[in-house]
C-alpha cells in the first residue's frame, strides 16, 4: 500500500471511527483484525445516499462491523488517510475519512468481515495497528481527545 498525494480525486471513499472508551484504568481504543492479516479501525465504503453525510456511513459501518450503536462523535476532528491498492488488476486510489468516537458499550459483535477485535490502551494500540497512516491517526486522535479532556 502506496500513500499517494491527496490532489487527486478518490476512485473510492470510505468512513470509519476511532472509537475509545473509558475504562478505570485508562482510556481504551477498539481495533479490528482484517482478513488480510492487518490491524485496523472500523470502516466502509460509502453507499448511495450517504454521499452527503460521511458520519453517517462512519456509524453504519462501526455497528455493521461491531454490533456498537451507541457512539457519541467528538466534533472537530476529522482526518484524511489516502492510498493506492491493487483492486482486480489495477491501481485504485481511496480516501478514507476517520473521525474520533466514544462509547459506553465494551461488548463487540464481530462481523464475518473480520477475525476478532481488541480494546487496547494507546501504546498497545500504537504497537498493534499496521500500518503507519493508522499509527500516526491514532498519535492525533490521542492527542486530540486528551486536549478536550475527555
Not at 19 to 44: A, I, M, Q
Request: glycine share 8%; proline share 3%; aromatic share 12%.
Amino acid at each position: 500500500m502506496a500513500i499517494v498525494d491527496s490532489g487527486k480525486m478518490p476512485d473510492e471513499k470510505s468512513c470509519g471511527v476511532v472509537l475509545f472508551r473509558d475504562e478505570e484504568d485508562g482510556r481504551k481504543y477498539l481495533l479490528l483484525h482484517y482478513p488480510g492479516g492487518h490491524v485496523d479501525f472500523p470502516k466502509g465504503h460509502v453507499e448511495p445516499g450517504e454521499e452527503n453525510d460521511e458520519y453517517l456511513t462512519a456509524h453504519r459501518e462501526l455497528t455493521e462491523e461491531t454490533g456498537i450503536k451507541n457512539v457519541e462523535f467528538v466534533k472537530g476532528f476529522r482526518h484524511l488517510i489516502h492510498y493506492t491498492y491493487n483492486k482486480k488488476g489495477r491501481q485504485s486510489f481511496k480516501q478514507v475519512v476517520f473521525f474520533v468516537g466514544k462509547t459506553n458499550e465494551k461488548d463487540v459483535i464481530i462481523s464475518f468481515e473480520h477475525r476478532g477485535h481488541w480494546w487496547l490502551d494507546y501504546e498497545q494500540a500504537l504497537n498493534k495497528l499496521t500500518f503507519e497512516n493508522a499509527k500516526n491517526l491514532l498519535k492525533e486522535a490521542e492527542e486530540f481527545v486528551s486536549k478536550k479532556g475527555l
